[in-house]
């Protein structure tokens, strides 16, 4: 009995030293995240699947970890972080005003401290029509095209959709306190093309109905010519 027994705590040390590094990892080095939205189209389509660098913005606060390539949020990073208005969920938006920052959008064109912001290479407009200011206006279209100017707190982060037309961002509910960063897009691992779920709840069998499709058409759904693209 003692030989079966000893096999068997070699298994379970195994098991919860396995355990111990996923959770490690998933906390602290990497995460995975799907792009549930449109908001940040064209660049980060609906279904893909990421990576997100966590050790990158110092995950454990003011400690330096040296052998780690640490550095601050930078304007233009793709981050990962907690709703402010809803801890448990997920967003990711594109960080264009860091602490101190005056942010000001005119006619769709984003001002940082004053000076216009070249975007050409990241953000989308869809929409051709420019909504005026107006108090008349729904805040949907009153914020969307003109916002600002307003000034950054310390240790918050202004961020956007790069879909301008089509995004729930800051322009709505404030900035993002640093604490809430998860981290930073890193490689689009996998992509699929997944048909668009309808708007009202589904029943039960609907939903396994969706799945069993999705799983048949797997691999002509998915987006090869996206595999390991690196987020930018």
Known sequence: MEPSRSVLREYLEA???AIILATFARTFVAQAFEIPSASM???LQIGDHLLV???IFSPWGDREIHFLPERPIR????VVFKFPRDPSRDFIKRCVG???DTVEIVRKQLFVNGHAV???AYAFHGDARTYPRSMLLPEEFSKRDNYGPYSVPQGEYFCLGDNRDNSNDSRFWGPVPRRFVKGRGLLIYWSLKVPPAPKEGMTMAQRTRRIFG???HLVQN?????TFRLVR
């Open 15 to 17: 098991l919860l030293v």
């Open 98 to 100: 860091l602490p101190g």
């Open 118 to 120: 070249d975007e050409s």
């Open 75 to 78: 304007r233009g990073d793709v």
């Open 214 to 216: 999705i799983l048949q």
């Open 53 to 55: 660098n966590k050790f």
């Open 222 to 226: 998915t987006r090869w010519e996206r």
């Open 41 to 43: 189209e064209p660049d």
